[in-house]
């Protein structure tokens, strides 16, 4: 039991003298470790509040471009209609000038081939004609004076 007493008085005293030696740097180091624990959780506040205000910045914005999307969308949407109902306006004026053109085109045409086909059935007959004077021994040079003129104003 003496051994345990002796121990136990030395451990005390051992104590004590840590303490005493030890009390001023493991205060300051405690005392400084607090400090660099307040400085930092200060800065990662400030930083949260920095980044808060960012996320608020960037969320405001972000409904910005939502509504702005929007908005372009039903814009855009408004001139495609315009746009389709003036395609089909002009494309219904187009094709009915397309029409008209058409038309004219063939009445042209027509009176084209018409033409033609008198110009050549007319020198036609006056070939047939001539043939058929010349046939009957008839005179040359009234025939040729007469089918001559028939044929400038056929022409």
């Known amino acids: 039991m003496h051994s ?3 121990s136990t008085f030395n451990f005390s005293i051992f ?10 740097p493991v205060r300051s180091w405690v005392s400084t ?7 930092e ?3 990662v506040q400030s930083q949260l509040r920095e980044a808060q205000k960012h996320y608020e910045e960037v ?7 939502e509504s702005e ?3 372009m969308r039903d814009q855009n949407k408004e001139e495609m209609i315009s746009l389709k109902q003036a395609l089909t306006a002009d494309s219904q004026r187009l094709s009915s000038l397309v029409i008209s053109d058409a038309k004219n085109s063939v009445d042209r045409l027509f ?5 033609d086909l008198c110009k050549d059935y007319g020198i036609e007959v006056l070939d047939r004609v001539r043939v058929i004077f010349e046939e009957k021994n008839t005179v040359h040079r009234t025939t040729d ?8 104003i056929a022409l």
Not at 33 to 39: M, N, P, S, T, V
Not at 111 to 115: A, D
Not at 145 to 152: H, K, P, S, V
């Open 59 to 65: 969320v405001s914005r972000l409904k910005g471009v």
């Open 15 to 24: 104590l004590i003298f840590l303490i005493f030696k030890l009390r001023v």
């Open 41 to 43: 959780l200060q800065s």
């Open 69 to 71: 999307l929007s908005l």
């Open 4 to 6: 345990l007493f002796v």
């Open 111 to 115: 009176f084209l081939l018409k033409s």
């Open 145 to 152: 004076c007469f089918l001559d003129q028939i044929q400038e």
């Open 33 to 39: 470790r607090h400090e660099y624990i307040r400085d």
